[in-house]
């Protein structure tokens, strides 16, 4: 009965494992795409689309005598580009600031899921190799497994009954 757990034990916890550290990987992924990406606001949608015609009203002003008025189109639009710069710049400190939130917590959670999964599977070799695959490396990746058994190598075991 025990060695049928066992059994048990040892199909699944490749399968398990792999998802898990995937899961996570993708996760961490997620945050750091969505970090650099960044959103647009409606305001600044809005602040793009009038300085864009206010950048069109002046460029259609090229009379002398209108001069004075794309003059004074075209520093204002400056204006509203420095206030769109800005308002950029705080949402990308806010974001940055939040996301970096979600990293620490992250990586705290990635930490305290590997921990549990090594003392999870301390006794449970976690996959059975052939050993032709794992030529050269098959001592090193079977450390404290005792060698190998029926021609397959058994990875990751972290038994101490073999000492």
């Known amino acids: 009965m025990e060695e049928s757990t066992a059994k048990v034990g040892r199909s699944i916890a490749a399968p398990m494992i792999f998802l898990i550290v995937v899961a996570l990987q993708f996760l961490s992924r997620y945050f750091e795409i969505n970090k650099k990406k960044g959103s647009t606001s409606s305001e600044d949608m809005q602040l793009r689309a009038e300085i864009k015609q206010l950048l069109k009203e002046a460029s259609a002003l090229s009379q002398p005598s209108t001069f004075a008025q794309a003059a004074k189109l075209r520093r204002l639009a400056t204006a509203k580009e420095k206030e769109l710069a800005k308002n950029q710049a705080i949402r990308s400190k806010e974001t940055k600031l939040s996301y970096d939130t979600y990293t620490k917590g992250l990586t705290i959670l990635q930490v305290l899921t590997y921990l549990l999964l090594v003392i999870w599977f301390w006794r449970i070799p976690v996959a059975s ?17 005792g060698g190998p058994t029926n021609e397959n ?10 000492m």
Do not use: T, Y
């Open 153 to 162: 190598v058994m990875v990751f075991d972290l038994s101490l009954s073999h």
């Open 129 to 145: 190799i052939s050993k032709q695959l794992v030529q050269p490396f098959g001592k090193m990746l079977s450390w404290r497994a």
